[in-house]
């Protein structure tokens, strides 16, 4: 079974700066998928980022890039250039590649984030 | 296009009673997934269907059930209702291709349910 540990329940940053949320995994899979994904207060699940296993490219989507260790089995979020907006709890999600299935989200226990005015 | 609709969002029940909660998936995707979020556990998966057939499901007693229409619209019911079912439920679609898994799920507001 995977497991997805997110060890830091909260994280703090001042608007405009950088901040990196952590994530690590356990699987024995070869082909997955990876996911943060961000809840605000309104609760609404919104995709952040997405990283595919097999790609060696970090993914980046805007002012949100990842460092995927594929060795380490570690999968860190940054975020750069905070905004107020990006006030939320992001949670990482593990999916592995099954065939003609779809395969479950397993997440971990998601991180507090809360960017200061 | 639309994004994905869950009814109703809050629900107020107390214990025994049952309760069905709705999922409209992004329209053209065929698969739906329902997850379970609470303070304790976190998000767990329950079930996940597909062209009106359950291929996954989760760690959850037989109390919770599903099913999905030929519109790929979803309902899940929940019976004979506990404390501990008191929770935020989402519903997430994703276009669920035949093949190998490639797709992004995309998530609803999801539905509150509170158990009295």
């Known amino acids: 079974a995977q497991t997805v540990t997110q060890s830091q329940p909260e994280m703090s940053v001042q608007e405009a700066e950088t901040v990196t949320l952590s994530c690590t995994y356990d699987?024995?899979?070869?082909?997955?998928?990876l996911f943060w994904y961000k809840q605000p207060p309104s609760r609404q699940m919104i995709l952040v980022i997405r990283q595919e296993a097999y790609k060696q490219q970090n993914a980046t989507e805007n002012r949100f890039s990842v460092n995927f260790q594929k060795a380490a089995k570690s999968f860190s979020l940054k975020i750069s250039d905070s905004q107020l907006g990006d006030t939320a709890m992001y949670f990482c999600?593990?999916?592995?590649?099954?065939?003609?299935?779809?395969?479950?989200?397993?997440f971990g226990k998601g991180i507090t984030l809360s960017v200061r005015p | 296009k639309a994004g994905v609709t869950q009814t109703p969002r809050y629900l107020i029940k107390t214990r025994g009673q049952q309760v069905t909660l709705s999922c409209s998936p992004i329209s053209g995707h065929r698969s739906v997934s329902w997850y379970q979020q609470t303070p304790g556990q976190g998000l767990q998966f329950l079930f996940e269907y597909f062209s009106e057939t359950q291929r996954n499901k989760g760690n959850f007693p037989g109390r919770f059930s599903g099913r999905q229409f030929s519109n790929s619209r979803s309902e899940m019911n929940v019976s004979t209702l506990e404390l501990g079912d008191s929770a935020l439920y989402l519903c997430?679609?994703?276009?669920?291709?035949?093949?190998?898994?490639?797709?992004?799920?995309?998530f609803g507001p999801g539905t509150r349910l509170l158990v009295l």
């Open positions: 997430a679609s994703s276009a669920g291709l035949a093949g190998l898994t490639r797709e992004t799920q995309y």
């Open positions: 999600a593990f999916m592995k590649q099954i065939r003609r299935a779809n395969s479950k989200l397993t």
């Open positions: 699987t024995s899979e070869n082909n997955y998928y």
